[in-house]
């Protein structure tokens, strides 16, 4: 198993460690709902250094990218992000990422930690038709997310750059913390403001310490990734692996939105001949009705108890105080107000299909 460069530091810390995607990583340190408010009322710091990264590099670089992912990059101006997915060459989707162009012809891609060998293989493949340069610097790179409402206040003593104006999927790179050259990035996963700070490993101390101490009178705290997760399902974010995999159509998932057919890329003629067919099932959100908590791989049954799909992800939600998730259902049952019931032991407990985000602020 891996360790990220603060291992000792969240061990020091008394984090609650667990291997994910291969690396020991902090689940919690105080309690899952003290850290999710921590992050929706203040500001909290995650340690993220699992998630990959990829340098694209050369003239040819946009046109790789272009062929493997979903989203038009070529929308992309220097200091610019975009979300997007990478599909398969059957329907389905072998990740979700960030794309971000740093120079004109230099692109980050920033990817799931439980895909990078998979995804660097995939691309690779793609790559000998183009012979863009890649390199894989994960291993080098950490990663701090830096979220909540007063995230901005906070760290504003730490960089020369205005953070407040930042837009939302929009980065510099900039003097933060002492550092000369982080990527501070406003692309958060939690739906309550803030922004990423990419930095080399050998930098992650120095960074952490700062913003530890510049977010003391702002009541910060270290969070962990259990919390990360209650934070993006309220937002109903997609997780890999939970919500979307490699037999995921991005189209039952909700993800036509940043599926684009202004360019040619992998298996787009099959997903575009998809896309004009009506749709069989659909990812939909729900929320409890009674009190229970909904999980990962529960049955989602119809008024009859016949099974009818499946729950993704699922919690108690600390900001709504119930029981939210997400699941893949027949069409018939994805209509907003609809009734479906989800199998939690012995009983079926009613839920009300709702619109995205189940938080909303």
């Known amino acids: 198993m891996k360790n990220i460069a603060l291992h000792k530091t969240h061990v020091d810390l008394g984090a609650k460690m667990v291997s994910f995607a291969g ?15 921590t992050v929706r009322n203040g500001v909290g710091v995650f340690d993220v250094s699992h998630m990959g990264e990829f340098l694209i590099e ?51 891609l920033v990817v799931n930690a439980s895909n990078i060998e998979k995804d660097w293989a995939h691309i690779s493949k793609y790559n000998a038709d183009f012979g863009a340069t890649m390199r894989n610097i994960s291993e080098g790179f950490s990663l701090l997310a830096i979220q909540g409402p007063k995230a901005v206040t906070a760290m504003q003593s730490l960089t020369s750059v205005d ?32 922004f990423e700070i990419y930095c080399k490993n050998d930098e992650a101390q120095q960074i952490w310490d700062k913003v530890m101490e510049a977010g003391a009178d702002f009541g910060i705290k270290p969070i962990g990734l259990a919390a990360r997760d209650t934070l993006r399902l309220e937002m ?14 991005p189209f039952e998932a909700g993800l036509g939105w ?14 575009e001949d998809e896309k004009k067919r009506t749709r069989e099932r659909k990812l939909i959100a729900f929320e409890l009705s009674e009190r229970g908590i909904p999980r990962h791989d529960y049955d989602i049954v119809d008024g009859q108890g016949k099974k009818i799909g499946i729950v993704t992800s699922g919690t108690m939600s600390p900001s709504l105080g119930k029981g939210i998730g997400l699941g893949y259902v ?6 907003v107000d609809s009734t479906i019931h989800i199998q939690i032991r012995k009983k079926a407990v009613p839920a009300k299909v709702i619109k995205l985000p189940f938080y909303k602020k």
Do not use: W
Request: hydrophobic share 35%.
């Open 23 to 37: 690396y020991d990583m902090p689940v919690s340190y105080e309690g899952v709902n003290i850290e999710h408010e």
């Open 58 to 108: 050369g003239p040819n670089a946009l046109a790789l990218i272009q062929k493997v992912t979903s989203n038009d990059a070529s929308k992309l101006t220097v200091g610019k992000a975009q979300y997007s997915y990478i599909p398969n060459e059957t329907g389905g989707i072998v990740d979700d990422l960030i794309v971000y162009r740093i120079k004109e012809e230099t692109y980050l």
């Open 236 to 249: 109903g974010y997609c997780l890999y692996g939970n919500d979307i995999n490699d037999e995921t159509s």
């Open 163 to 194: 953070l407040a104006s930042i837009k939302f999927y929009n980065f510099v790179i900039a003097d933060f913390a002492g550092v000369a050259h982080a990527i501070i990035s406003a692309t958060g996963y939690t739906g309550s403001g803030g």
């Open 330 to 335: 027949p069409a018939v049952f994805s209509d």
């Open 258 to 271: 940043v599926t684009k057919f202004t360019k040619e890329f992998v298996n787009s003629e099959a997903l």
